[in-house]
């Protein structure tokens, strides 16, 4: 069976705070750990209410600290909002601190409405087209210095950082086959191109320097409880999120309601469960036989859940219970 890995985005919940977030992060890493994840990524975003990781890669640096053996990265920056050079700077140091279990996932959105990706300095048009030669360019910069080398990385340089393209859509998965980087699709929000995205990477790999064979991540939305029902409870956190989303009404995390009935509209609710369609909710046999049905499907690698719960505790027996399907399905394969 396939590993499992976290992708956490440190949620502010309503009546929660940005330290108690981050809290929730380290001790959700911990838990990780101890339950034999392969990683933990903390994602970019800004001016989210809802979302303590802007920060990023200092938010990594807190996860790593309290653990000892789990790799601990991205998913993603989002690197047109950054100049290559200062990435390489930060995971490079990273790398020092916390040799050998960094890694550097990438991906091209804003993370973030227009007006804050222009307060980040980004140039809107130009960020997105110069995305394949920023890459290049970060690779050399955390790979070893060549003779002419005119800038270089301190720290960074020959810290050669594992970089993983992270994509929704066809074109990250291109461009990381034809550089022959390892590709992680966000199927957890973006389901739609899914199946073809994959198709493309895998035909398209050229072997590289990093890697040999295509590999493939895949995000899943999941929420593990003791029984179906709860875990469909708990959800509806994630199902108010969303909408709240397509109402560009973003706040805090909100509590789970025992009911969507009157909050949301039908075509919100069908916007909410195209988006969430290969969601892993449920509880222990449910969520065994989807995550069968979805490597089946997938061919993965690898699957990272992000877990979007209100109650930290509820979050962590999620952990336990998706790490117990883990190890069923590799007991039964």
Known sequence: MVPFSVLDLSPITEGGSVAQSLENSRRLAIAAEENGYSRFWLAEHHGMKGIASAATSIVISHVASATQSIRVGSGGIMLPNHSPLVIAEQFGTLAALYPGRIDLGLGRAPGTDMRTAQALR?????????????????????????????IIA???????????LLGSSHFSAHLAGMLGLPFAFASHFAPDMLVSALEIYRERFAPSPQLDRPQVMVGVMGVAADTDEEANYLFTSMQQSFVALRRNARGRFPPPVRSMQGLWSPDEKIFVDHAMRYAVVGGPETIRRKIEEFVDLTRADELIVSMPIFDMEKRLHSLKLFAQAQADLARAA
């Not at 960020?127 to 005119?150: H, M, R, T």
């Not at 301190?154 to 993983?164: H, K, L, T, Y």
Request: aromatic fraction near 4%; charge should be negative.
């Open 122 to 150: 980004r140039n809107m048009e130009a960020s997105s087209n110069n995305f394949p030669n920023d890459v290049v360019e970060l690779q050399a910069l955390l790979g070893p210095v060549g003779e002419d080398q005119k």
């Open 154 to 164: 301190v720290p960074g340089a020959d810290a050669n950082v594992p970089i993983w």
